[in-house]
């Protein structure tokens, strides 16, 4: 009986990976941190809030890097196990756009991640973007996000090559503001 217990106890120490049910984002986002810190990469960033733009052109440190990639981890909340059964799946639908093929994860629920579609070419192990619907809502405002990522093939890697954020936010007593920010890695 207590070899049982023992076992039991090993086991359950022992089993420390956690799967995610519909697509691991931190781990994606995680490699790229990890090959654009090596790498030195830089970035060109024009950002947009209603009608005033701006650029910029830097070269960010890793902390700096995580930052900028942290929106993207948000969409990793699908994998909770309060959404096990959140999400409708299709797969293998053409893009009409490109010769990539689409995973799409849509809500079946009120849930902040309202959809999540993944291009990948060939399998969706050689993922090539990102498309995601985020919306946020408390008594103090409203959000609503459109992120997108792209990845391109480089030595048989996948490597960040462009990611977007656009969207809306309303505050209470205040307008509107619509924003936006299209960024490219520079390698």
């Known amino acids: 009986m207590v070899i049982l217990g023992a076992l039991a106890i090993t086991s359950c120490q022992n089993n420390t990976t956690v799967s995610k049910k519909y697509f691991d984002i931190d781990s994606l986002i995680d ?3 990890v090959y654009l810190e090596k790498t030195g990469a830089s970035l060109t960033k024009v950002a947009s809030i209603d009608s005033v733009n701006d650029k910029a052109n830097f070269k960010p440190d890793s902390a700096a890097w995580a930052k900028e990639l942290e929106v993207f ?14 999400y409708d799946i299709t797969d293998g639908q053409k893009d009409v756009n490109s010769n990539l ?3 799409s994860f849509t809500a079946n629920k009120e849930i902040p991640v309202k959809s999540l579609k993944l291009f990948y070419q060939g399998s969706p192990q050689r993922l090539r973007k990102l498309e995601a619907i985020l919306n946020e809502q408390n008594s103090l405002y409203y959000t609503s996000r459109k992120l997108s990522l792209e990845l391109e093939d480089v030595n048989e890697q996948l490597i960040l090559s462009r990611y977007n954020v656009r969207g809306v936010q ?3 007593l205040r307008d509107s503001v ?7 890695v520079i390698y």
Not at 73 to 86: E, F, G, T, W
Not at 178 to 184: G, H, L, Q, T, Y
């Open 31 to 33: 490699k790229q941190l």
């Open 73 to 86: 981890r948000h969409l990793d909340i699908i994998n909770k196990p309060i959404y096990v059964d959140a």
């Open 101 to 103: 093929i689409v995973r």
């Open 170 to 172: 309303k505050m209470i």
């Open 178 to 184: 619509r924003f936006s920010i299209a960024s490219k």
